[in-house]
């Protein structure tokens, strides 16, 4: 079955860096479009970045452009995002993401960015 593993959340100052990665199994990794997300308190799931499936197209949310970056490493079957210049208002519980007939969803990792 599909499983997607999220990993590399903690707590940072702001200005620091993190690098999330998320782990896929149980599905032909390479075929598909992978998605960040993140959930911040009291509000909605929003989009943050996604990545073609052979990793030369990327997109990002314009709260993220030139601070985050996602890529991936096919034959790990692993999506990453790096974060870097982290501010507060990027604390929120970060999700990836795959469709497959319907989306899938691993279980999250808290980013909280404070000093």
């Known amino acids: 079955q599909v499983q997607l593993v999220e990993s590399g959340g903690g707590l940072v100052q702001p200005g620091g860096s993190l690098r999330l990665s998320c782990a896929a199994s149980?599905?032909?990794?390479?075929?598909?479009?992978m998605r960040w997300y993140r959930q911040a308190p009291g509000k909605e799931r929003e989009l943050v970045a996604f990545?073609?499936?052979?990793?030369?197209?990327?997109n990002y949310a314009d709260s993220v452009k030139g601070r985050f970056t996602v890529s991936r490493d096919n034959a790990k079957k692993t999506v990453y995002l790096q974060m870097n210049m982290l501010k507060p208002e990027d604390t929120a519980v970060y999700y990836c993401?795959?469709?497959?007939?319907?989306?899938?969803w691993g279980q999250g990792t808290q980013v909280t960015v404070s000093s």
């Open positions: 993401n795959v469709n497959i007939l319907h989306g899938y």
């Open positions: 149980g599905f032909t990794f390479s075929s598909y479009v």
């Open positions: 990545i073609s499936s052979g990793g030369a197209g990327t």
